[in-house]
């Protein structure tokens, strides 16, 4: 794929927790603004990837059985039994002993003449293959700190943090009850309690940059970074929020994601600043894409500009119509063009 892409996916958390920290309220900086890391989106993709091709996905979280005197337990695998679980072999070869030599007079306090071990032989190559065969590891690439295969992988694309656009937003919290007790001399059940915000509206900006893994191609180990890779990677992006399936997760949906293709050269413009939401008087969300200070700059250098939208809450504006001829609309739940059926304002 001989060119990069730079957007932003927007996510909306009508009553719900997008991103909690570890106390379980929504994340915020220092300053209290609430925030999302990219890693909750990352994270919803690779599910979305899961799902939409199962066997595909090698980051995600799984158990093994583990036998114990009480009975049967389960932990969480490791890197290195996640690999063998998954490829069926093992990430480490065993350590091969080397023959005792005549010159070896070293013994140890039986007597017996002390051995040396040889590094363990690995065919990396065939490990990075096989690792940069998952969707997950292939866009956004992995860290393998196990003896011989202390490698890190750059993925194609890079998803950072996200701040709540939502005005004067705060999060809520909220007591239930449970159907239990934690203990049976209590007369009542467990209380506990959840947080959620009333609305929040969450910017994700992002960039897909395939000659990340350049290397790896010319050195045989994978292949390039195709349109498909892309078209996929997209797809996964686009409903990633919709599909989540939690408490607080459940209310959350993609509301809106913007892709700008560039030539593979250009320089990567900061959308941050381009990006503005406000609530208007009939309860929409509008979303503006102003970038009139730097689209007419790079018009050369861009390829297509595509927009995606809920258009049951969403109003789209932007100012930079009159210079990008083949601006795109989709409805972001069904990918069907609506260019044509709204009115993009300035």
């Not at 992988?153 to 701040?163: F, N, P, Y």
């Not at 159907?179 to 992002?206: I, L, Q, R």
């Not at 109003?315 to 990008?324: G, L, P, Q, R």
């Amino acid at each position: 794929m001989d060119k990069q892409v730079i957007g932003m996916a927007g996510v909306s958390a009508p009553m719900g927790n997008y991103n909690a920290d570890f106390s379980g309220n929504p994340r915020t900086t220092y300053s209290g603004k609430i925030f999302s890391t990219g890693f909750a989106f990352k994270r919803q993709t690779k599910d979305n990837f899961e799902a939409m091709f199962p066997g595909k996905i090698f980051g995600l979280r799984s158990y093994k059985a583990i036998q114990t005197d009480e009975g049967v337990s389960y932990s969480p695998r490791t890197l290195e039994e996640r690999y063998e679980y998954k490829f069926g072999k093992s990430i480490e070869s065993p350590k091969k002993k080397k023959k005792n030599s005549k010159k070896n007079t070293e013994k140890d306090s039986l007597g017996e003449a002390i051995t040396e071990e040889e590094a363990p032989i690995l065919n990396e190559k065939e490990i990075l293959s096989n690792l940069l065969s998952c969707y997950d590891c292939r866009n956004f690439g992995l860290t393998t700190a196990v003896p011989g295969v202390n490698r890190s992988i750059t993925g194609v694309a890079q998803i950072s943090d996200a701040l709540d656009l939502t005005p004067d937003n705060r999060s809520e919290r909220e007591t239930i009850t449970s159907s239990f007790s934690s203990d049976s001399s209590k007369k009542n059940t467990t209380v506990g309690s959840y947080a959620m915000t009333e609305e929040a509206h969450y910017f994700f900006p992002f960039d897909i940059f395939p000659n990340a893994i350049k290397s790896f191609v010319d050195d045989g180990i994978t292949t390039e970074y195709s349109d498909e890779d892309y078209n996929n990677l997209k797809s996964a992006m686009l409903s990633c929020a919709t599909q989540g399936h939690s408490r607080t997760k459940s209310p959350c949906f993609n509301e809106f994601a913007i892709f700008i293709e560039m030539d593979s050269k250009a320089s990567r413009p900061d959308l941050r600043s381009s990006i503005h939401f406000e609530k208007v008087e009939n309860g929409r969300n509008k979303i503006s894409f102003n970038a009139k200070s730097w689209v007419p700059e790079l018009k050369e250098q861009i390829l297509k500009i595509e927009v995606y939208i809920e258009p049951d809450t969403v109003e789209f504006c932007t100012d930079i119509s009159e210079f990008i001829d083949d601006l795109k609309v989709y409805d972001i739940r069904t990918n069907k063009d609506i260019t044509k059926d709204i009115t993009i304002s300035k």
